[in-house]
């Protein structure tokens, strides 16, 4: 397991002060161009910068691990918070690995939060900042001119390949479900702005949370988890259709319903939800049919999943990170069994995930937060700022046709590349 933290374990615990604000800001528009932290839907939501606090962790038990450091940076910090309500007072951001026992975590405590909600809008400063010194909305640089794609791990007619040979395994009875995703890199003529990307994400998919954090940038329609005090939901998706025009816009949507294939596979990502959530609850809610979530680019089945935590025991003590660790990685990004699962994804895939797919959001000092997952997403290359990495990824089952699991994969990548592109 390794761990690395930016601050000395000896040095005197920061100041933390959260003040309401007057007026209700647009929170995206306040982040700079470097450090960008966010996790906003329908304008709501909290965005950060600046770097109080960082830990990177990889291994065996390494949400455990970071848990246990949150749990006690949080409480040494000296915390004025005249709001107090779910995401006020200390916060850290978090992206977690798809696979967080070989890749790394990063957990970000920033310097000022700005949260919205309901109506109440609220600044965090952690250290020196000034807790009434909103900055002033900065204009966004032009969309660049020229962006070149190129084919990541795989190229189409390969990743079709992979779908066969998975399809072959369900069809010999190893597992009944796999998720395989490819990526796609993508080169602008300047260096992309990740203001200029969550801005567009959001504006083009308001149902989704528009998240950031490292460098990792998307809008994702999947919810692994929330918990406010006891109350935990999630929205489960898998199953996914492409859109049309007018009736065959119907259609589409009616036979994805009626699609034996997809309800399989959507069932598959609940059930995988709720066996591992329910020893956590006293009460947990599923519906009985999947409804339909529409977004621009494609059409998912979706379940809301509602519960509530058990109050004492082992598992009523469980925080946030123990519960995303318990659900992680569900159906809807894995498979079933998921050992298999995982093991088909190492060897067909020919890429590292990363991020890519793993649990991304927020969590404050109460245990209250809300993770998504990774999904519609680029990661930012480091070593090269007009760069970046796109993933998509696709539920396989018995059936699954690879030309179009291609195209799946195509819908999706687009709820990026539209960001690149306006
Ligand atoms: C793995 C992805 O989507 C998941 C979430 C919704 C629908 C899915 C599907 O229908 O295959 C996937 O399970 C992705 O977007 O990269």
């Given at each position: 397991m390794t761990a690395a933290a930016?601050?000395?374990?000896?040095a005197v615990a920061p100041a933390v002060t959260t003040v309401a604000l007057p007026d209700a800001p647009d929170?995206?528009?306040?982040?700079?161009?470097?450090g960008a932290l966010s996790w906003v839907r329908r304008g709501e939501g909290l965005v950060g910068w600046g770097e109080a606090d960082r830990l990177e962790v990889s291994g065996p038990g390494a949400l455990a691990e970071a848990a246990a450091w949150w749990a006690d940076r949080s409480a040494a910090l000296a915390v004025d918070d005249a709001v107090g309500v779910p995401g006020s007072g200390p916060v850290v951001f978090a992206s977690i690995a798809f696979d967080p026992a070989a890749g790394t975590s990063v957990f970000v405590v920033p310097e000022v939060v700005v949260g919205r909600r309901g109506g109440l809008a609220w600044m965090t400063t952690t250290?020196?900042?000034?807790?009434?010194?909103l900055p002033a909305p900065a204009p966004l640089p032009p969309s660049p001119a020229r962006l070149r794609y190129a084919d990541g791990a795989l190229d189409p007619a390969s990743w079709c390949g992979a779908v066969s040979a998975a399809v072959a395994r369900i069809g010999d009875g190893d597992l009944a479900k796999v998720v395989l995703a490819r990526d796609l890199l993508v080169t602008a003529d300047v260096p992309l702005d990740a203001r200029r990307l969550l801005d567009r994400l959001a504006a083009r998919f308001p149902d989704c949370w528009t998240f950031a954090v490292d460098g990792l940038l998307g809008a994702t329609p999947e919810l692994l988890l929330r918990r406010t005090g006891r109350q935990l939901s999630a929205r489960v998706l898998a199953g996914t259709a492409p859109r049309g025009a007018g009736a065959d816009d119907e259609r589409l949507a009616a036979g994805l319903l009626a699609s034996p294939k997809d309800r399989a596979e959507h069932a598959l990502a609940v059930d995988s939800l709720v066996r591992a959530l329910d020893p956590f609850c006293t009460a947990l809610s599923v519906p009985e049919e999947p409804s339909l979530l529409t977004l621009p680019n494609v059409r998912h089945l979706a379940t809301d999943v509602v519960g509530t935590q058990r109050r004492s025991g082992e598992r009523g003590r469980a925080g946030l990170l123990d519960l995303v660790d318990a659900v992680h990685?569900?159906?809807?990004?894995?498979?079933?069994?998921p050992d298999v699962a995982r093991a088909v994804i190492a060897e067909l895939e020919?890429?590292?995930?990363?991020?890519?797919a793993g649990p991304v959001g927020w969590l404050d000092a109460r245990g209250d937060g809300e993770f998504g997952l990774a999904l519609r997403c680029a990661q930012l290359c480091d070593d090269d700022p007009a760069s970046a990495r796109l993933f998509a990824g696709c539920g396989i089952v018995a059936g699954s046709d690879p030309a179009a699991e291609l195209a799946e994969t195509q819908s999706k990548f687009a709820a990026f590349q539209a960001a690149l592109e306006s």
């Amino acid at each position: 397991m390794t761990a690395a933290a930016v601050t000395s374990p000896d040095a005197v615990a920061p100041a933390v002060t959260t003040v309401a604000l007057p007026d209700a800001p647009d929170l995206l528009s306040l982040l700079p161009r470097e450090g960008a932290l966010s996790w906003v839907r329908r304008g709501e939501g909290l965005v950060g910068w600046g770097e109080a606090d960082r830990l990177e962790v990889s291994g065996p038990g390494a949400l455990a691990e970071a848990a246990a450091w949150w749990a006690d940076r949080s409480a040494a910090l000296a915390v004025d918070d005249a709001v107090g309500v779910p995401g006020s007072g200390p916060v850290v951001f978090a992206s977690i690995a798809f696979d967080p026992a070989a890749g790394t975590s990063v957990f970000v405590v920033p310097e000022v939060v700005v949260g919205r909600r309901g109506g109440l809008a609220w600044m965090t400063t952690t250290g020196d900042a000034d807790p009434r010194d909103l900055p002033a909305p900065a204009p966004l640089p032009p969309s660049p001119a020229r962006l070149r794609y190129a084919d990541g791990a795989l190229d189409p007619a390969s990743w079709c390949g992979a779908v066969s040979a998975a399809v072959a395994r369900i069809g010999d009875g190893d597992l009944a479900k796999v998720v395989l995703a490819r990526d796609l890199l993508v080169t602008a003529d300047v260096p992309l702005d990740a203001r200029r990307l969550l801005d567009r994400l959001a504006a083009r998919f308001p149902d989704c949370w528009t998240f950031a954090v490292d460098g990792l940038l998307g809008a994702t329609p999947e919810l692994l988890l929330r918990r406010t005090g006891r109350q935990l939901s999630a929205r489960v998706l898998a199953g996914t259709a492409p859109r049309g025009a007018g009736a065959d816009d119907e259609r589409l949507a009616a036979g994805l319903l009626a699609s034996p294939k997809d309800r399989a596979e959507h069932a598959l990502a609940v059930d995988s939800l709720v066996r591992a959530l329910d020893p956590f609850c006293t009460a947990l809610s599923v519906p009985e049919e999947p409804s339909l979530l529409t977004l621009p680019n494609v059409r998912h089945l979706a379940t809301d999943v509602v519960g509530t935590q058990r109050r004492s025991g082992e598992r009523g003590r469980a925080g946030l990170l123990d519960l995303v660790d318990a659900v992680h990685p569900t159906a809807a990004v894995c498979g079933t069994p998921p050992d298999v699962a995982r093991a088909v994804i190492a060897e067909l895939e020919g890429m590292d995930r990363g991020r890519y797919a793993g649990p991304v959001g927020w969590l404050d000092a109460r245990g209250d937060g809300e993770f998504g997952l990774a999904l519609r997403c680029a990661q930012l290359c480091d070593d090269d700022p007009a760069s970046a990495r796109l993933f998509a990824g696709c539920g396989i089952v018995a059936g699954s046709d690879p030309a179009a699991e291609l195209a799946e994969t195509q819908s999706k990548f687009a709820a990026f590349q539209a960001a690149l592109e306006s």
